[in-house]
């Protein structure tokens, strides 16, 4: 059975950006592919070094946003990534040979240094994509469903893979990236980016009454002010929404926008009732799941100690295949 490596970093609940984006195919593939979830409290830890009292919480929380959209605990493992320390030791490995330079211009660790205001760089957080890659590569992984701004450090993971395989022993696979069916969700202010720290994300554990407030304050396009003004849904943030979670419906509210045939408020409140119908079961579950901690502890307890059996057991290729080995 083929392998998926995905996950998250627990620095805030997840969102239906990252639903759209990577949880769907996750919860999809489990089926198919041998799935493994990482939840990356490290890779947290590069922008989130001052206050690591987060992670208690927040690890947690997306265990359990995991399961709430139905990740199956009986076939797909969750695990913390600090738990599973061969990860380190790979990255030390492999950092040996990836250029600062490609770390430097990595799009996404310019965007996100940009976005935390970052102009001298941690060597941590510069470095994360290498980490990345050893969580990616320690378990052999075929698939990472993701997000598009992942895709820099999957390509990076390839050419890492690539290099370690010609310079010491083949043993590695090289990985895919796999994105979700929507383009990437804009946050509800239109800005291209949906997330915690941009307060313009509509979460996975938001009531029902929240995700209706959240739609009717969201951006539409601009250029329409009256109700008989036609609209463009391409320029409008809650149309990306509709195609993501309301796809049935999308064609025919993307005509009636055009000749104003639907105003933003009843084509919002479309929105909220569709979202809302997916929303449901995963607040459901959810609820179990809060009200059985232990439960959540003991499924990320024992997916953990699984997988580090896994990541001893390529270590040991991967230190051979390197001769460090004395005794
Ligand atoms: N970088 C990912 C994010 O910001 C989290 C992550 C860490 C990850 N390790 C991973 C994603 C391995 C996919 C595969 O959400």
């Known amino acids: 059975m ?112 940009a976005q935390y205001g970052y102009n001298d760089l941690t060597y941590g957080f510069l470095g994360y994509p290498v980490s990345q890659a050893a969580d990616i590569t320690f378990c052999k992984a075929d698939l990472v469903p993701c997000g598009d701004d992942q895709l820099p450090h ?52 938001d009531s029902s009454e929240e995700v209706n407030l959240k739609i009717k304050n969201a951006k539409t396009d601009t250029n329409r002010i009256l109700l008989k003004d036609k609209g463009n849904p391409n320029l409008c943030t809650v149309f990306q929404y509709h195609k993501a979670f309301n796809s049935l419906e999308s064609d025919n509210i993307m005509e009636m926008c055009k000749k104003a045939g639907i105003g933003c408020v009843a084509c919002k409140k479309c929105l909220s009732n569709a979202m809302n119908i997916v929303l449901d079961p995963i607040r459901e579950k959810r609820k179990e799941y809060e009200g059985n901690m232990d439960l959540v502890k003991e499924i990320v307890f024992t997916g953990t100690e699984e997988i580090r059996k896994h990541a001893e057991e390529t270590m040991r290729e991967i230190r051979s295949a390197m001769s460090i080995g004395y005794f």
């Open 2 to 113: 083929k392998r998926i490596l995905t996950g998250d970093r627990p620095t805030g609940r997840l969102h239906v950006g990252h639903y759209a984006g990577s949880l769907q195919n996750r919860v999809r593939l489990q089926h198919e592919y041998e799935t493994f979830i990482i939840i990356a409290d490290v890779q947290a830890l590069t922008t989130h070094f001052e206050k690591p009292e987060m992670l208690l919480k927040n690890v947690f929380e997306i265990a359990i946003d995991n399961l709430s959209v139905g990740i199956d605990p009986n076939i797909s493992k969750i695990f913390i990534q600090s738990m599973i320390p061969q990860i380190a030791e790979l990255t030390i490995f492999y950092s040996m040979f990836v250029s600062t330079n490609v770390l430097k211009h990595n799009p996404t660790i310019k965007s996100e240094a």
């Open 154 to 205: 999957i390509e990076l993971t390839r050419k890492i893979v690539r290099r370690f395989n010609s310079l010491y022993k083949p043993i590695l696979t090289v990985p895919e990236a796999l994105l979700g069916n929507s383009p990437r969700l804009p946050g509800i202010d239109g800005n291209a980016k949906m997330g915690k720290s941009l307060g313009n994300a509509i979460y996975l554990s």
